[in-house]
């Protein structure tokens, strides 16, 4: 039973280039969330999406960042015209239920790790 | 890498000893509190929750403390091991859609 699966594991943009991060999530889990972690830091919320929806993005810079979760394939965090404080490991998270992934059946990927150079 | 530890406190322990990693969350409206654990370039690893009607939960090895009154959490590992080096998350959800995490505490097991 394969878990989230996040790629790339690691990303070198240019600044100015768009970077787009992937999530597989937990076979049958409808529901993705995303989270962006600093050096030294914890995780902090960007977005909560449902299959061709999202319901939160409280967490999302007002510009240059977008996801979706179509009903067909992965969960796509975009990011455009990068800048170097873009760099960061970026989580994914899928859920069968949906809140706020309470319940130990929500798994985290491995994260891509983005690096804008 | 991304656990540096330049600035997240540590805690360092002989193995074999007992671990005691604490967390002060600042929501008194959160009702789940769970604690991860993350390795170096991995993702957070669930390893216990425990529900604001409750004020101890325990796994296998491992003990949550909760004190709603200071708004304190603690994670407590018995009889460490070096697998449990890694940095230790706790986190709180105010039953919306996300979790607060905290900082972190970088866990170093010495042989």
């Known amino acids: 039973n394969a878990g989230v699966m996040q790629n790339p594991r690691h990303l070198v943009r240019r600044r100015g280039q768009e970077a787009r991060l992937r999530c597989s999530p937990v076979k049958g889990h409808s529901h993705v969330y995303w989270y962006r972690q600093l050096p030294e830091e914890g995780l902090k919320f960007m977005v909560y999406?449902?299959?061709?929806?999202?319901?939160?993005e409280s967490g999302m810079p007002k510009e240059r960042f977008s996801a979706e979760f179509p009903k067909e394939g992965p969960s796509i965090l975009r990011i455009q015209q990068v800048v170097r404080g873009d760099s960061a490991a970026y989580f994914c998270a899928s859920s069968p239920l949906g809140g706020a992934v309470v319940n130990t059946e929500a798994f985290f990927g491995q994260g891509t790790r983005l690096t804008v150079v | 890498g991304e656990n540096v530890g330049l600035h997240l406190p540590t805690l360092s322990v002989q193995e074999g000893d007992n671990s005691i990693i604490n967390c002060a969350y600042s929501n008194s409206a959160s009702d789940y509190f769970i604690w991860y654990k993350q390795e170096s370039g991995k993702g957070p690893q669930f390893i216990i929750d425990i529900r604001s009607n409750m004020d101890k939960r325990q796994g296998q090895r491992v003990t949550v403390l909760l004190n709603k009154t200071v708004k304190h959490l603690s994670l407590q590992i018995a009889a460490t091991q070096p697998g449990d080096s890694a940095v230790y998350f706790c986190a709180e959800n105010d039953d919306g859609n996300k979790l607060v995490f905290g900082a972190g505490t970088i866990l170093r097991v010495k042989s």
């Open positions: 999406l449902q299959k061709e929806n999202i319901i939160d």
